[in-house]
Structures are given as structure tokens and as C-alpha cells.
Nanobody
Framework: QVQLVESGGGLVQAGGSLRLSCAASGRTFSTYVMGWFRQAPGKEREFVVA????????YYADSVKGRFTISRDNAKNTVYLQMNSLKPDDTAVYYC???????????????WGQGTQVTVSS
């Protein structure tokens, strides 16, 4: 069992930055692919980014490449999402996700956080 708690969301102007954190419980954190999804009002939850268990590989949605950076600290059971050059289209609830298998499809994710709101004003 893995429990995930996000923090760091908020309101920011376009072009600004935010850093999200996701703290995980459970001694098996390091065995999961960790990632972030987001869901805007009226839209489906979409994949944003993921990172392998040893930080050797990361995977980004085209919409955030070059602007967002994911990292993890297995010693602290925490994954981070640094978001730069934010746009109004980035406005959504951001969810931390843990997966032992497929990490880009929401219905196949093993564990979810409760979500944190990110709002980017124009």
C-alpha cells in the first residue's frame, strides 16, 4: 500500500513557476514509477510526466517538454515537479501517481494522491 500526499499548488501568473511535491508512505516507494497527471474542468485526466524508479529515465507529455522537470528522492520518499514558464492552459488539478506497470494511462495507475490545484492567470 502506498499513500501519496501532494503539496505546492497555488495561483501564479503566466510565465511564472511552481514546484509541486508528493510525499509517499510505504517502504516500497522506490520500486514504483512515479508520475503526475492533471485534470482540467470538463476534461479527462491526462498524463503529464513520469520518472523511473532509479531516476534513470523520465517521460514527458509534448505539452510540457522543456518547461516541466520531474525528479525524485527515494531516501525521502518524495517526487517533485518543477514547473516553469507556466501557461493558462496548465491550469488544472495535479495528481501524483504511482505505478508498477503502465504509467501513462490513468485507469491503470495503482495509487493516486488527492490532488493539488494549480491556477495560472493570464
Amino acid at each position: 500500500q502506498v499513500q501519496l500526499v501532494e503539496s505546492g499548488g497555488g495561483l501564479v501568473q503566466a510565465g511564472g513557476s511552481l514546484r509541486l511535491s508528493c510525499a509517499a508512505s510505504g517502504r516500497t516507494f522506490s520500486t514504483y514509477v512515479m508520475g503526475w497527471f492533471r485534470q482540467a474542468p470538463g476534461k479527462e485526466r491526462e498524463f503529464v510526466v513520469a520518472i523511473s524508479w532509479n531516476s534513470g529515465n523520465s517521460y514527458y507529455a509534448d505539452s510540457v517538454k522543456g518547461r516541466f522537470t520531474i525528479s525524485r528522492d527515494n531516501a525521502k520518499n518524495t517526487v517533485y515537479l518543477q514547473m516553469n514558464s507556466l501557461k493558462p492552459d496548465d491550469t488544472a488539478v495535479y495528481y501524483c501517481a504511482a505505478s508498477k506497470g503502465v504509467y501513462t494511462i490513468a485507469r491503470l495507475i495503482d495509487y493516486w494522491g488527492q490532488g493539488t490545484q494549480v491556477t495560472v492567470s493570464s
